[in-house]
């Protein structure tokens, strides 16, 4: 292989299967060749038609004649009889100062009560409970065992099931 100029007036002559390659890659190149051009083709047409498109559907939707007509019910429907509705009564009503006590709900039987420090003492030494207090912050806790038969004592190990 040389390294001169291949002078464009010289005929280049290929051997029987560059020949053959030559007229296949001319085949595949003319195929793209259309398929690209058609592309070009459907993409420039709906750049164009799309706007289009939109605006007229656009315009469709908010234009008034494009809204089928409701019937009226007055002109269409005059000679049927009207069924009487439910009547309607307004009655005024005077202010009663009273209405709150005699609305209100009975008062449920309250099972809270509220004691003081000493009277929790005391009620706890009479039932025989320890009558400890700690005191965090806002928080009030019982110091010893309130409710009888429930102890903080984990059970015998034999009666633990494993």
Not at 28 to 50: D, P, Q
Not at 102 to 127: C, H, I, K, N, Y
């Amino acid at each position: 292989m040389t390294n001169e100029p291949i002078d464009a007036g010289d005929p280049i002559v290929l051997s029987p299967t560059g020949q053959a390659r030559k007229a296949q890659m001319l085949h595949e190149l003319s195929a793209a060749m259309r398929g690209r051009s058609i592309r070009r083709r459907v993409v420039r047409t709906a750049s164009l038609a799309a706007p289009l498109i939109l605006l007229g559907g656009l315009i469709w939707v908010l234009s008034p004649t494009s809204r089928p007509a409701l019937p009226n019910p007055v002109t269409e429907h005059a000679s049927a009889p009207v069924a009487p509705g439910p009547r309607l009564a307004i009655t005024m009503v005077a202010t009663d100062p009273d209405i709150d006590t005699r609305l209100a709900p009975a008062p449920s039987p309250s099972f809270t009560r509220m004691v003081t420090d000493e009277e929790l003492r005391g009620l706890l030494m009479a039932t025989g409970h320890d009558p400890g207090f700690i005191r965090t912050g806002a928080r009030v806790i019982l110091a010893g065992d309130v409710h009888p038969g429930v102890s903080d004592e984990p059970p015998p190990a034999d009666d633990i099931q494993g």
